[in-house]
C-alpha cells in the first residue's frame, strides 16, 4: 500500500523558514515526479513546486526564489525549503507522487504564518 507522509509544518512568524518532508512508502521514486501542493481555506488546491525523476524543477511564481524543491531518491523522500515566510504562505501543504499514469496524495501538513 502507498502512503505519502507529509511533516514539518507548525507555526512560525512572518519571514520565518520551515522545512516540509514528504517520505513516502510502498513505493520507489524512480521515474516518478513529485510536487508540493497547497490548499488555503476558501480556495482550491495549487502546486507550488514540482521535482522530476531528471531533477528539473518548477515553481508557482508567488514562491519563486523564497521555496527549494529538492528530493532524496534513495530514501523516497522529498522536501520543500520555504524561506521568507508570508501570511499568504498559510495553507495546509500536500505532497503528490505520480507514477505511472496514478496520482498519489499525503494527508497534509498545515503551515500557519503568524505574528
Known amino acids: 500500500q502507498v502512503q505519502l507522509v507529509e511533516s514539518g509544518g507548525g507555526l512560525v512568524q512572518p519571514g520565518g523558514s520551515l522545512r516540509l518532508s514528504c517520505a513516502a512508502s510502498g513505493i520507489t521514486f524512480g521515474f516518478a515526479a513529485t510536487g508540493w501542493y497547497r490548499q488555503a481555506p476558501g480556495n482550491q488546491r495549487e502546486l507550488v513546486a514540482m521535482?522530476?525523476?531528471?531533477?528539473?524543477?518548477n515553481y508557482a511564481d508567488s514562491v519563486k526564489g523564497r521555496f527549494t524543491i529538492s528530493r532524496d531518491n534513495a530514501k523516497n523522500i522529498v522536501y520543500l525549503q520555504m524561506n521568507s515566510l508570508k501570511p499568504e504562505d498559510t495553507a495546509v501543504y500536500y505532497c503528490k507522487l505520480r507514477k505511472t499514469g496514478r496520482d498519489y496524495w499525503g494527508q497534509g501538513t498545515q503551515v500557519t504564518v503568524s505574528s
Open positions: 521535482i522530476t525523476n531528471f531533477g528539473s524543477t
